[in-house]
């Protein structure tokens, strides 16, 4: 992990350190046996998830006031910055610095440009052997930096830190910046890179070493915010605020870069704020929680769903619209889980397959009222897409709706039989049960890119990148730390069933799997980021900011609410950082 040039770590082994290395530092951020189907999720009514007043936005002490001059000034502090960019940003060191400060920022989508041309030109100086690499920190952050933007810099870049045994060299331990952008790029890795694997073992080992000795509380806190919170597997815009108001940079370019991330901060809060004003609107008026008392009534917590995944300020409509599938999802699954009989399950699966309101006749009105808010959704989103982009995706949303529904009743059926699956078998109807499927089709869709037959064909079969994601969901759900607050209804979890099937496991062992394959899920999502593939980047990071919510989502504490989805709420949506020489 980067942090601001102000950290210095002392010991008394003078750490590894070169003119270059310091370049690069200008900015830098810092179980019990088997047991019946056990719940999953329940109904949740958190009322400081619920509740929050959405109303009184803009009305908090010390908000700034986001006028057509505030968006001046923003402009003109943009405009000066890539002018800054482009003259420092000539030393490739320096540069490297800029676009990682600028993505840890959250600002990455004002330079996209710029971040593109320095990234080329690193990644043919990497190619032609044009650069310095023997400095670990170096090395680590151009393979970080590159593969995050999908260039595929082979892993055996690392080669040259390793021993004659093979290990990594012993005395790399003394270089803790080093280390800290072995392990942020070892998070990088894919299937059968030994290599990463080793790098991460051996960095975080190197870590907790420096963690346990007595260092100054912030030199700390960067090194736990590094092991615990990698930059790969977190949102930055989470992470960004916490470092615009926690930390504070020592070099001329990069207090200029704080100034205006602050700016933009503000401006794209008030933007998120107008859209879950939005949809808490468009869900009152939806009026579904009126004919289901007991479903979740959770409008805020849907949209931050779509914010975290759709993170370009740009995409506005399309964080509105993809909040409405995504609390259909919810919905439907406490249909299954709560209210329906199978006979009742049956009869919806079926008409939501034949996509037919007619058969819905034999049905209680709420699951009429269900289909027809389905139906409506549909099409409303199905037309703008058409639209806009020429292409009509109504059967594509429909048969991942009727998928979905499919696999909501093998586990209603599951449960009913009161006999556990298999693990494998679990799993893969897990990975269709998440939901995953339908938020990303969903995306496909409203990002508009890559629209023709094959892609088409590709994205209604749950392909890799989608797959990957959902076991990352479904899997961490399943860990036991997802105890919705109120949960009566029905569910399995994979930790269950694998421990059914292999007798005699303890539970620590099966939850240690289940963390192994959670980290093999991720390797594959990363293959599939760097693969050619016909998708694009922001589907790409669309896919990868799913599977970075997936703990802020489903990281229950003992009162069984989730505390850090509430600080990422607050902190996104509630609280401006205050600014300083605006005319604001």
């Keep these: ?14 750490p590894i350190a070169s003119n270059k290395a310091s370049l690069l530092h200008n900015f830098n951020l810092v179980g019990p046996a088997s047991l019946p189907m056990i719940p999953r999720c329940s109904i949740a009514r958190d009322h400081r998830i619920v509740s929050t007043p959405l109303e009184h936005f803009g009305q908090r002490s010390g908000h700034p006031t986001i006028t057509d001059e505030f968006r001046i000034e923003h402009a003109n502090k943009l405009e000066a910055f890539k002018r800054v960019f482009r003259e420092v940003g000539e030393d490739p060191l320096q540069a490297l610095a800029m676009v990682d400060a600028i993505q840890r920022l959250g600002i990455d989508h ?7 041309e320095v990234l080329q030109k690193q990644y043919m100086l990497s190619c032609t052997n044009g650069v310095h690499d023997y400095d670990l920190q170096e090395v680590s952050l151009r393979f970080r930096l590159l593969r995050q933007e999908g260039y595929f810099v082979p892993a055996g870049v ?8 093979g290990g990594f060299r012993n005395e790399l331990r003394r270089d803790i910046k080093g280390l800290m952008e072995l392990y942020e790029a070892s998070q990088l890795a894919v299937e059968g890179e030994d290599i990463l694997d080793g790098a991460r073992e051996f960095s975080s080992q190197a870590l907790k070493t420096w963690q346990s000795r007595e260092l100054d509380q912030f030199s700390g806190r960067v090194i736990k915010t590094t092991l615990d919170q990698p930059y ?4 930055s815009r989470f992470t960004a605020r916490n470092l615009l108001t926690n930390y504070q940079g020592t070099n001329g370019w990069i207090n200029v870069l704080q100034e205006l991330a602050k700016m933009d901060f503000n401006i794209v809060q008030s933007l998120h704020q107008t859209e879950a004003i939005r949809i808490s609107n468009w869900w009152k008026g939806l009026g579904l929680t009126k004919e289901l008392e007991l479903a979740r009534d959770q409008p805020l917590k849907w949209y931050i769903w779509s914010m975290a995944s759709l993170t370009d300020p740009s995409l506005s409509e399309q964080r509105i619209d993809l909040t409405k599938p995504i609390s259909l999802i919810y919905i439907i699954d406490d249909i299954f889980d709560i209210y329906g009989t199978l006979d009742e399950l049956t009869l919806f699966t079926q008409a939501v397959d034949r996509w037919d309101y007619a058969a819905t006749d034999r049905l209680p009105d709420y699951m009429k009222i269900c289909f027809k808010a389905l139906d409506d959704i549909t099409d409303e989103i199905s037309h703008k897409v058409y639209k806009k982009h020429g292409w009509n995706p109504v059967n594509s949303l429909r048969k991942a709706w009727a998928t979905l529904c499919r696999a909501f009743l093998v586990e209603a059926r599951w449960f009913a039989s009161g006999k556990l699956p298999k693990a494998k078998e679990y799993l893969e109807n897990g990975i269709t049960s998440s939901g995953v499927h339908i938020i990303l089709v969903h995306s496909f ?10 892609n088409v064909e590709l994205i209604d079969n749950n392909p890799s990148m989608i797959s990957s994601t959902a076991t990352i969901l479904r899997l961490w759900d399943d860990l036991g730390s997802a105890k919705d607050e109120k949960q009566d209804g029905n569910d399995g979890s994979y930790v269950e069933c694998y421990m059914e099937e292999h007798q005699g496991v303890e539970y620590e062992s099966a939850r240690k799997h289940v963390t192994n394959m959670i980290s093999n899920a991720w390797k594959r999502l990363n293959h599939e980021c760097l693969s050619e593939n016909p998708f694009s980047l922001p589907f790409a990071r669309a896919s990868l900011n799913i599977a970075r919510m997936v703990p802020l989502m489903y990281s229950y504490d003992e009162n069984q609410c989730l505390p850090s989805l509430e600080e990422y709420m607050k902190s996104l949506l509630y609280e401006s950082v205050p600014m300083k020489n605006t005319s604001a």
Excluded at 1 to 14: D, R, W, Y
Excluded at 158 to 165: L, M, P, Q, S, V
């Design 110 to 116: 004002h330079f996209q440009y710029e971040i593109d």
């Design 1 to 14: 992990m980067a942090l601001f040039s102000n950290v210095s770590f002392s010991s008394p082994i003078a």
């Design 158 to 165: 690392f080669d040259r830190f390793k021993d004659r045994e």
């Design 232 to 235: 790969h597997k977190r949102l």
């Design 445 to 454: 869709f409203l990002l508009g890119q890559g629209l023709n037959n094959k």
